[in-house]
């Protein structure tokens, strides 16, 4: 059977200013639209509904920064045939530790078994933007990306596992992870958090005083996570024979944050377990300045994030001890890819572009429409090769990165050396590359392949 994810977030507005044309995918029960809209080189987060549809236009629509074709017919259409994954709420039975999105409403996950007996297993992580403040998370607590009380009863999940060809497998035993906590399931308070506060960050927030006054958030992301995992150990994990977890943007920094905590859980349950990896897609965001060069960049605002959500590394942590033990002064860069990275042990097959789209509008934040903007997106692409070269020495791990300036990226068309990123990822799998630099594979151009890749979801460049 054929699946497909189906997004949760109704989109209700859309700004359509100084936008680059990409395509939109507005999701309801479970069929798909396809509308064409522009996208706004300096998109901000996913905490307002004008925000998200933006996001949801750069691939946050259900997929994660998955490439969605193989699920979608030509008309933009769920195939027939795709077996619905049914949604699991998590009891909130242990109080202050209970799993809980940022309203405090119970956490819930997509599932759907093999219908043909596979001993191979998906758990797939959606993106959706982080909330860089208690504001942000308060609205967001009001939207699908914070709260479960509009999720749908039915979903679809996409396997990551591949065969030798390339080709993504359509029966796995798929589990879908909604994003519910604005932190890539990192987070832990156990009592409610006030949304209103002393001490607000340096960069604009918009909450209504009166409003917000005795509103709380509930910041519970690695509970969430864990209840995930509580629920496939009681549901079949432990016949696994082969283990993928996933996601695209912040969940592909999901994946990256979460792949050991997993795999050491299925390892200890499951002994037919041959082979556990990792696909992050379009995770790899860097720590980089803005380009006014001032305090709002990326950066700070996940240090925000792992104060305010209480970011550790014991038990109830999400964070990798020796990461801390490496930046004793800066814990936060154990929130970011290019500096925990090292620390993982599970292998990884990682997925970006070096021109990121979403990391040009909201960590660069500039629409590139000048000559001192096209240049400091040149040097972005320079100083994504810089932080990611540490992942070309790790010979467990593989890459495919493109020169597309996407986020929401034609994974299973883009090329490298007359090969999909998919049949990259095949190699590295099943061994026909050897690590280092024979599986990490770089398009050298500048953006857009210097013009020659003319992919619609590559934004117009320059």
């Excluded at 242990?94 to 007996?117: E, I, K, M, Q, R």
């Excluded at 860089?132 to 479960?148: D, F, N, P, Q, V």
């Excluded at 509930?218 to 977890?245: C, H, P, Q, S, W």
């Amino acid at each position: 059977s054929t699946r497909s994810f189906q997004h949760h977030c109704q989109v209700h507005s859309l700004t359509q200013s100084d936008r680059h044309h990409t395509s939109m995918m507005i999701f309801k029960g479970v069929g798909v639209v396809a509308v064409a809209v522009a996208w706004a080189a300096a998109v901000r987060g996913c905490n307002t509904d004008a925000e998200l549809a933006l996001d949801v236009s750069n691939a946050h629509g259900g997929q994660g920064g998955l490439d969605e074709k193989q699920w979608l017919d030509s008309d933009g259409a769920f195939k027939e045939g795709w077996t619905p994954a049914k949604l699991h709420l998590v009891p909130q039975d242990a109080g202050n530790s209970s799993a809980a999105c940022l309203d405090g409403s119970p956490y819930g996950f997509y599932f759907v078994p093999s219908t043909t007996g596979s001993k191979r297993w998906t758990v797939s992580i959606e993106g959706g933007g982080w909330c860089y403040s208690e504001c942000e998370c308060y609205t967001r607590s009001k939207m699908s990306l914070g709260s479960s009380k509009s999720w749908n009863p039915e979903g679809g999940c996409n396997c990551m596992n591949v065969d030798e060809n390339g080709e993504l497998d359509t029966d796995c035993n798929c589990l879908y992870m909604p994003y519910g906590d604005g932190a890539s399931f990192s987070g832990f308070r156990e009592a409610p958090w006030p949304v209103a506060q002393k001490i607000t960050p340096p960069w604009p927030t918009s909450c209504n005083a009166t409003e917000i006054k005795d509103k709380v958030l509930y910041f519970r992301g690695i509970k969430n996570f864990d209840a995930t995992m509580d629920f496939l150990e009681a549901n079949g994990v432990k016949d696994a024979e082969e283990f993928v977890l996933t996601g695209g943007s912040a969940g592909g920094l999901s994946t990256f944050l979460h792949t050991d905590r997993i795999r050491d859980r299925v390892e200890k349950v499951a002994p037919g377990i041959k082979r556990i990896t990792a696909a992050p897609v379009v995770g790899y965001f860097l720590d980089h300045a803005n380009f006014a060069h001032d305090g709002a960049n990326y950066t700070n605002k996940m240090k925000w994030i792992y104060n305010m959500q209480n970011l550790t590394f014991g038990a109830d942590g999400a964070l990798k001890p020796a990461c801390q033990s490496k930046f004793p002064a800066d814990p936060h860069y154990c929130f970011m890819s290019p500096h925990m990275q090292q620390f993982i042990e599970t292998p990884f097959f990682m997925f970006n572009s070096k021109y990121d789209a979403w990391q040009l509008g909201n960590e660069l934040q500039s629409p590139w429409t000048t000559q001192p903007e096209q240049q400091a997106v040149l040097q972005y692409g320079l100083d994504f090769m810089t932080q990611f070269n540490p992942v070309r020495s790790e010979s467990n791990n593989g890459a495919m990165i493109t020169s597309c300036i996407c986020h929401g990226c034609s994974w299973s068309t883009l090329e490298v050396n007359d090969k999909t990123s998919y049949q990259h990822y095949a190699d590295w799998f099943f061994a026909k590359t050897a690590g280092g630099n024979a599986s990490v594979h770089v398009d050298v151009r500048g953006p857009n392949g210097d013009g020659a890749i003319t992919d619609p979801k590559c934004a117009k460049w320059p």
